[in-house]
């Protein structure tokens, strides 16, 4: 009841297919934006919205350590409890936890075969299938090549599921021609979707840069008090 | 014994285990004359290590009693507590911590900083103990003391920063470079005893340079004239920069880093400089006490040698001559002779002999002093106890003492063993809060209590070799708990009519789930419906119905029970009745609550080759464990997960047995959750059987 509760007030409904999807199965999503302006926080906004869905979301992180990592959770989630007012959030909680997968690599460790093997020992073992993985901290620079995210792509078709990564940009930077941040100008053919924060006024924008259906139409942002997402 | 305060310094050597620690202490008092030869922890000379006192610890090559002992340095005198590193012993560790001023946090440089390093972390943290680290091992093979400095900033949120830089590592290391004198110092002699000042190697010159800055720009935050004299370029000496480097330490801002490797006898006596130039004395550190009398209000205790007396009782041991007390002196004198008063029971104690302890040889002495440690012979009292001046009502701070969340029957093999197991077993809990024991009525055994599986294993050896108490033990118990999920109403009445007076009693109200404790008890009546008289009677009958829950008598928590109406007779009403009719109430109630069973759920931190990262989450699903993260780190793994304590027995041979040995995990309480109905249903299945066994 309460989950229901919470999905039917949650505003990224809007921009979510009649499944409750943003991106397609396979589909690869970014969430741009410049240090400290709230990639994390809706990610894991995202990933909460799956795990109310009932679907399992493996949580990666390079560089940031598991503690830090749940502390987010724990954070937004709360913080979604006090705005909702919902009483018994710890029970809620304790239901969702089984659902979440944290896994932390240092940046220089982490590669997608290494991915790869990692998730398929987990699904050989009937001990996690991801319907949702988020990246958070990859480093969009000289290094990433077409293929890797191609591999990704792959990878994420593999297990059925898709994948969102944050971006990081620069305040100096010029986007391209076609107003994507040059972080992933070389890549924007194969996201599906890629939203831009930017903070406006009093708000952060959630500004759609590519995407179809409803999420390019509607208008969200976040509140920067409690980093959650308002319509 | 020296009257200047500043001379002093109690420190503890905090970490996880198989760091080293035993092994750096033992260098310690080598170098400082306490003891004339070097034995290693796992002895093969059959000797051990000189701190590690206890057979126990010696044979498992573990430290679990925090011994103190007492060493000079530099003109400093130093007492050193070595505490344990596993994490069923934490409340040693916690209570080592209380009388502590400053710690050494030591790391293994291979290892780096370890789930128990967290721990211990978080307890350093929460006394507010100032610290400086060692990274031991830096003759081990791939030995990185760099990435343990990263570590210290990265996991544990310390403003970490080298002091030295290590002059080879792994087979090649040979000494340090001292980043504050910027000299070289290398370890002559059998023992590392000779220490030899050269300068410093042409290859780590720059490297040098390099770090000093960044160790001066880290200083210079700390004091003014530093940070003045390096933006003017001036010449900027080691004083300089170890006062500075003090001023962080005592506010807990900065956390010096040093290394070595104590078992090659390198960087252990640049340490101890360290730790009297660094670390706090005893009139540094705020030291605070509750006033009995004034609702327990805070006091600063002042650390003069001229002030009436306060001390803490942190240790107890069993020695040859009865028990040995350890304490700690926070004001005034302790004077063989004088007389105080354990503020705890209000009995009187007289000062008997008082000595000075060296692990497990001591020295007579005459007085203890503020600040300083020592141990006291013919005192009958708990860990924990506070004495003080009879002038003063003062208790030290309490400390937070967990519940056990394990339990054991023990049965003697003998009455010799009977007789001697009591004695044990009285010993022990006066030692250890967290382990507790009692006799189950229903079937007579004596039961044991405690914090893990191993913790209860050392005890039940302990029992065996130091009061050769044989005894067998049972399956261990999970400490399940019931309560209510939902407020249900009651309105009972308790009538007997039995010939001469009779009884009566009604009471009415609600229960319900209470989240922020075990029990709450609220009075709602009014105009006298139930008589003033007869309230406490209420909530003792209720309380007595928590004792053993309805569901599969397992004690009843986080209950609410608010009565609101009932009613007496002149005549029939008595407290026996209102008793009896909340212990009816509570019933009626309970079982239309939806009672459910709790159970233990520990927080398992698994350390791992990656390699056997998917053999290990395995050995977690299986327990019906939740998986919170994996975190990898070059070759080694981190397995953060929750799992019921009923599934964790012998987890260790499993671990072991799937990983090669190479895998090690740490263990303790998270909180208590639901059990599965699956779960609660074999539970139940198996009380039937036994009841049905007991019955036949």
């Given amino acids: 009841m309460l989950k229901k509760d919470l999905m039917m007030r949650n505003p990224l409904r809007a921009v979510s297919d009649e499944n409750g999807y943003i991106l397609p199965e396979g589909g690869l999503g970014a969430v741009v934006a410049r240090a400290g302006v709230g990639k994390t926080a809706l990610l894991v906004q995202l990933s909460l919205n799956s795990l109310l869905r009932g679907d399992n979301v493996l949580h990666i992180s390079l560089g940031d350590p598991v503690r830090k990592v749940s502390l987010w959770y724990k954070e937004v989630f709360n913080n979604i409890g006090t705005h909702y007012k919902i009483d018994k959030i710890d029970d809620l909680w304790n239901e969702l936890l089984p659902q979440r997968f944290i896994m932390t690599f240092n940046i220089d460790g982490f590669s997608v075969p290494r991915l790869d093997e990692r998730l398929t020992e987990l699904a050989d073992q009937d001990i996690f299938h991801p319907q949702m993985i988020l990246i958070d901290g990859l480093p969009f620079n000289d290094q990433l090549k077409r293929t890797d995210l191609h591999a990704l792509k792959d990878l994420s078709e593999k297990f059925n599921s898709h994948i969102w990564f944050t971006v990081r940009s620069h305040r100096h930077e010029e986007p391209d021609s076609e107003g994507m941040p040059i972080q992933i100008s070389e890549f924007s053919d194969l996201l599906d979707v890629a939203i831009k924060l930017e903070p406006e006024d009093n708000e952060i924008k959630l500004n759609v840069l590519k995407g179809s259906g409803s999420i390019s139409t509607q208008a969200l942002a976040l509140d920067p008090a409690t980093m959650l997402i308002k319509e | 014994m020296s009257k200047e305060l500043n001379k002093i310094r109690n420190i503890g050597i905090s970490a996880h285990i198989d760091s080293g620690k035993t092994t750096l202490t033992e260098r310690i008092l080598f170098y400082t004359n306490k003891i004339h030869a070097i034995h290693d922890v796992k002895g093969k000379d059959g000797i051990g290590a000189v701190m590690d006192s ?89 030995a990185n003391p760099e990435r343990v400095i990263d570590q210290l900033r990265e996991k544990l949120g310390h403003n970490a920063i080298a002091m030295q830089l290590p002059i080879g590592l792994e087979v090649e290391h040979e000494g340090v470079v001292d980043l504050a004198s910027m000299k070289a110092i290398y370890f002559d002699g059998d023992n590392g005893e000779i220490l030899r000042t050269e300068e410093i190697p042409a290859e780590l010159v720059d490297k040098a340079e390099e770090k000093r800055e960044e160790l001066i720009e880290m200083a210079s935050n700390f004091c003014d004239d530093l940070a003045e004299a390096f933006l003017e370029e001036q010449e900027v000496t080691a004083e300089m920069i170890l006062e500075a480097m003090r ?126 440690i020592g141990a006291l012979f013919g005192i009958d009292c708990a860990s924990g106890d506070t004495f003080a001046d009879p002038k003063l009502n003062y208790s030290m701070t309490s400390m937070f003492v967990p519940n056990p969340v394990i339990s054991l029957a023990i049965i003697p093999k003998d009455n010799k063993s009977q007789i001697n197991m009591s004695k044990a077993l009285n010993r022990f809990s006066k030692e250890d809060p967290t382990f507790r024991t009692y006799v189950d009525d229903e079937t007579n055994e004596t039961i044991i209590e ?158 791992t080759p990656t390699e056997f990262q998917g053999t290990v989450m395995g050995t977690i699903n299986q327990r019906r464990g939740t998986i919170l993260g994996a975190q990898e780190e070059g070759p080694m793994c981190v397995i953060e997960s929750q799992v019921p304590l009923a599934e964790m027995f012998g987890y260790s041979t499993i671990l072991r047995s799937s990983t090669q040995g190479k895998a090690q995990f740490t263990m303790e309480f998270a909180s208590y959750k639901q059990v599965p109905k699956s779960i609660t249903e074999e539970l139940q299945k198996k009380r039937d059987e036994e009841s049905k066994k007991g019955a036949a």
Avoid at chain 2, 84 to 93: A, L, N, S, Y
């Fill in chain 2, 54 to 142: 206890m057979e126990l610890e010696k044979e498992r090559g573990i430290t679990i009693a925090s011994a103190a002992t007492f060493c000079k340095w530099n003109d400093h005198e130093i007492n050193i507590i070595d505490t344990p590193g596993h994490v069923d012993f934490t409340i040693e560790v916690e209570r080592s911590l209380r009388v502590l001023d400053g710690a050494i946090l030591v790391l293994c440089s291979v290892g780096g900083v370890q789930s128990q390093s967290i721990t211990v972390d978080q307890q350093m943290k929460r006394y507010n103990v100032p610290c400086i680290a060692f990274i031991n091992k830096c003759d081990r093979s791939g």
């Fill in chain 2, 247 to 372: 001023k962080g330490v005592l506010a807990r801002k900065v956390t010096p880093v040093y290394m070595g490797s104590a078992y090659k006898n390198k960087g252990v006596q640049p340490l101890m400089d360290a730790a009297t130039q660094l670390l706090p004395d005893p009139s540094e550190v705020i030291n605070i006490a509750l006033d009995l009398d004034q609702d327990e209000d805070e006091i600063v205790l002042g650390s003069s040698a001229a002030d009436p007396t306060v001390a803490l009782a942190f240790k107890l041991e069993d020695g040859q001559y009865g028990q040995l007390t350890y304490i700690r002196v926070y004001q005034g004198t302790l004077t063989k002779g004088d007389t105080l008063i354990n503020t705890r029971s209000g009995k009187k104690i007289k000062i008997g002999r008082l000595v000075q302890m060296h692990s497990n040889q001591m020295e007579d002495i005459s007085e203890i002093q503020a600040g300083y």
């Fill in chain 2, 450 to 607: 405690g914090m893990g599986e191993l913790h209860l294993e050392v005890y039940v050896e302990r029992m065996q070799r130091e009061y050769g108490a044989e005894v067998a033990t049972g399956q261990p118990r999970v400490a399940y708990r019931e309560t209510i999920t939902k407020r249900a109403d009651f309105n009972y009445t308790h009538k007997k009519q039995t010939g001469g007076s009779g009884q009566y009693g009604r009471v009415a109200g609600y229960i319900e789930p209470f989240a922020d404790g075990d029990f709450e008890f609220i009075n709602k009546i009014t105009g006298g419906s139930i008589p003033t008289q007869f309230i406490s009677s209420c909530e003792k009958g209720f309380k007595a119905g928590l004792t053993k829950g309805a569901l599969m008598e397992f004690p009843v928590t986080g209950i609410k029970v608010e009565i609101n109406d009932g009613a007496s007779h002149a005549v029939d009403s008595s407290e026996m009745a209102f008793q009896a009719a909340a212990r009816g109430a509570f019933l009626e109630a309970y079982r239309k609550a939806k009672p459910v069973i709790h159970e233990p759920i520990m927080k398992v931190v698994i350390e």
